[in-house]
């Protein structure tokens, strides 16, 4: 039989390229926000606006809510399946319970298969009353015994294990939600199951769901019938398991290969093949540290297996370990090529050293990058100082981004590879991200765990009274501002800045207080201050610009509610406060506002005064050319859209009572209906009356 290393579905080795994700609860290395989760509650709806806050991707778990899914089709060869031949007595069947479907399974053909190895030869199923469900409870049942755990699941239509995203690269998440706590079992089969109908974006409210995905989860199920039998044939020995997690790897289907080679080590434990297999199957899954624990089990077996230590040797290489990258290399066949990445990673890793110890941070910086790029990419060391070096350059947005897009390693696997100054190091510059991001709980318990790893570091033990000094200032903070007590307040956050004044979190939290207090310059410069840290930080750049119309600044204002306008589209407070500012600014500049309302309905042009003003002045206007038989459909999405952009001018003109303006805007009787829309005195856009889609994109990226 083939071994795994035949069988590699993409030659391209797709790293993580990141550091860290889940937090320490949730068994993961760093959780995946991508906003502070920490500040201050607005009191008042009318002086603070809030942004709708965006959720990112829950971690896949196990739910009775979970849609049906079914594993895929598989295409059955020339010659039938059929099952080895059992020295054992058969057990009685009860033919009155089983279905038609199961007797026709039992009448295959037995004969021995031409290749057997390993303990597990000829070894039957004996339960075959059980059936295909009751067969799939227990193939699930052994693989969760075998790793430890009692979290077993019932395998029905409705509840298959299933692989998950293909090749070692997680998805992206959105941001600021939280994972479920997981067991942190290496090779949990629950961790596996597919995703939700809401989970992967297909569901809307509640427990509706798109009709698609019901089609889809029909059609896989009724595709994939044929490798769901195979993976319940009777009799299977290891090789024949081994075999099919090879077919269910070249597919991409890492979960479900591992499952298989799982089995076939349960079945023959000393046989080196199946343990280097599975150590690719995790790779594939992106359990990197795993998957080297399976690799050094299969040398143990089998010291002289020169395709494990080959295998083992790029993993260390993805680590950063060059010299054990290097010793496994030369116990196989190697390519130069090989050998020439090992040491241009080792150059770059060194040079990362020297960096750091100078405190050179450009070049920490532009050294992690070259390493990473050279095959480190999921070196959690490099990743670390790449981290340090961007929190140090006051870049702490692409600091998290470093550890929020990294590998997905368990803490428990990080514990058991890792030395402890090495694992202490790279938890302390995950403290300092999360406090850097406002999760100050986080960043506590990430420091006290790099101490008790590395209890005589000075640095570390320094880093634990920071964390917990600044998480004591902002929740004292937090209560005194909920109590309306906003210089008490200003204090205590200031307290907390002066463990870390570079704090965009609680610089923020200052700038609400100091903007009670009305001491809006001093508010101004804290949100600064927090946004040169953190661009995106969204709710310092509201409390801006609310301070900024408090100050009668119009025009910075309406700068700044346009940006968050481009960021949230849809959120009527933001629009409003716009349409106040950009009024307030014609006030100011002597502009005649009359008429003009928030969220008005469509504006008739009266006058060609009326339309020179409106389409001349800041902002944008969307103007309707028809006539009295126009279509209704037009003015209706030109209504609906009034409602969706209230701080557009939606204008209408009937061409026959004003002919002179539409033709000086060069709309004639006959190409009625026509939409033109301007913006700051410019006219950007011409569209036809009938083309409604157009109609929609085009104020939407305008608007934007």
Known sequence: M???AEYSPNPKKTGCGGMLLHGLRGRRFWPRRSQSTNDIPSLNKKTILKLPSTNSKRRRGVSQSDENVSLNTYTSPDKPFVKAV??????KQNHQTRKSSDRATLSSTKVVPTTQTGGGQGRRVSNEVLGISGELDSMISDHQRS????????????????Y????????PAGANQQQPNLTSTANNVLEYLPKTARENGRAVMGNIVRRGSYDDMEQNQNQNQGTLSRALSKGLDSEELKVMGNEEYKKGKFAEALVFYDRAISLNPDKAAYRSNKSAALTGMGKILEAVFECREAIKIDPSYQRAHHRLATLHLRLGETEKALNHYKKSETSSNDYAKVHAVQTHVNRCNE???????????KETKNAISSGADSALQVLAMQAEALLKLQRHEEAEATVTNGPDFDVDACTKFFEGPTYSFILQIRAQVDMA????????AAAQRAVRLDSSNKEVNSLVRKARAVSAARNSGNDLFKASKFLEACVAYGEGLEYDPLNSVLLCNRAACRSKLSQFEKAVEDCTNALNLRPSYSKARLRRADCYAKLERWEAAIKEYEMLKREAPGNEEVGRALFEAQLQLKKQQGEDIQGMKFGADIIVVSSTDSFRHFITSSGMSVVLFCNKSSDKQILQSMEHLCKRYPSVNFLKVDVERHSFLAKSEGVGVSSVPTIKIYKNGSR??????NNLELLESSVKYFAA
């Open 164 to 171: 998950g995203h293909l090749g070692n690269i997680r998805q």
């Open 437 to 444: 991001a406002g999760r100050f709980e986080d960043a506590v």
């Open 684 to 689: 950007i856009k011409d569209i036809p009356g």
């Open 2 to 4: 083939a071994e795994m």
């Open 86 to 91: 059992s020295h054992h007595p058969k057990a």
């Open 147 to 162: 790793k430890g755990s009692i979290n077993l699941v019932r395998a029905s239509s409705s509840n298959v294990f299933l």
């Open 355 to 365: 960096a750091r110890m100078m405190k050179d941070w450009q070049t920490l910086l």
